[in-house]
């Protein structure tokens, strides 16, 4: 596998071929994910739910993430580097470029923040100084407490008319790659057509560019009800190594997500 980088994810978008990712912590778990073609690894501050046994991801820090960056760096092959801004680490533009160089020092090769419209400016300055950005748009698990739960985003229509308008905007300000996390699947299709960048989802249905999980939940290593869009991929693996492989594949040929994996 070539060396993945932005170009191959906007000619993946434009050739059909779905763009696989996975998040990973450690560097352990990026050579798994990595050797079995994933193609974007995903330094999630879920790891302060998963790896740190937190309630959410709001107590994560920006050392705890370029701790985890550096340790994921360390193997990932020909994969994508993303990492995660962590709560509150981009409350202004300067405090954003501050934080997403630390990260990029750290080994990301893209930073991903999540946000809507707002997040414009901070886009366009990252891009001015070297950062390629991801914005996470619909459920954003940093915002939990002003949601009032994981709900789904974007049922209502003046919701989903600002998710769009804001997805051609953050692609006007530079944004280079966009993830839907809990939308109904008729508005991530719209989302994905309405713009040239890479849309990856997650509970967003079939139709994004690219799907993405979390490894543990996909290898069910974490306890208790899982999210309705994940899917157990180890119940007819016999390795870890199997099941990453049948993700990677279950997604290249569009049979994962699946019906019941989705929000109508
Ligand atoms: O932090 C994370 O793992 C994420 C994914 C769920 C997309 O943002």
Redo the contacts with the bound molecule.
Sequence with gaps: MAKITLNSLAKMKQSGQKITCL?AYDSTFANLVSTQGIDVI?V????GMVCQGQDS?VPVTMDDMCYHTRSVHKNINDAMLMA?LPFASYTTDEQALQNATRLMQSGAEII?L?GEAWLAPVVTRLRQHGIPTCV?MGLT?QSVNVFGGYKVQGRDSDRADAMIKAAIELEAAGVAVL?L?CVPVALAREITAAVSIPV?G?GAGPDTDGQ???VYDMLDLTPGRKPRFTKNFMSESGSAQEAVSSYVAAVRDGLFPAREHCFE
């Design positions: 998040t995903l999630g501050d879920s790891l991801t995660d991903k999540e996470h698990p993830l996390e990856i997650i993405i999980l979390v």
